[in-house]
Nanobody
C-alpha cells in the first residue's frame, strides 16, 4: 500500500493550503486516517485524525484553523489548512491504519505512511 501526499508549498502567514493523500496498491480497507507533521529538531506530532465514520480530532494548536476530511470510496484524505502561522512550518505526513492483501492474497493488517510534503509559512 502506498500513500502519496500532495499540496504542500510556500504560503504567507494567514494564507491557506489544502493537502491531499491518495492511497494505492493492494488495499483491502482503510480505517483511521491521520495527518502528522515534523518540524526541524522536533518530534513527529499528530495533527488531525478522522475515523471511517467521519469522527475527527485535532491537536489544540490547529483547532479552528485546520479541517480533516476523507473520501472513503477513494481512500483519500485531505487537510484544509487556514490562517496558517510560521509555526505550522513542517513536513506533513499522511498515515493510515487498515488492511491489505499480501503476496499470498491474505488479508493482513498494516500501518501505512506517505513520504511527506513540505509546508512552509513565511513572508
Amino acid at each position: 500500500v502506498q500513500l502519496v501526499e500532495s499540496g504542500g508549498g510556500l504560503v504567507q502567514p494567514g494564507g491557506s493550503l489544502r493537502l491531499s493523500c491518495a492511497t494505492s496498491g493492494s488495499v483491502f480497507s482503510i480505517n483511521t486516517m491521520n495527518w502528522y507533521r515534523q518540524a526541524p529538531g522536533n518530534q513527529r506530532e499528530l495533527v488531525a485524525t478522522i475515523t471511517v465514520l467521519g469522527r475527527t480530532n485535532y491537536t489544540d494548536s490547529v483547532k479552528g484553523r485546520f479541517a480533516i476530511s476523507r473520501d472513503n470510496a477513494k481512500n483519500t484524505v485531505f487537510l484544509q489548512m487556514n490562517s496558517l502561522k510560521p509555526e505550522d512550518t513542517a513536513v506533513y505526513y499522511c498515515n493510515a491504519d487498515g488492511y491489505h492483501r499480501d503476496s499470498w492474497n491474505r488479508v493482513v493488517q498494516g500501518n501505512y505512511w506517505g513520504q511527506g510534503t513540505q509546508v512552509t509559512v513565511s513572508s
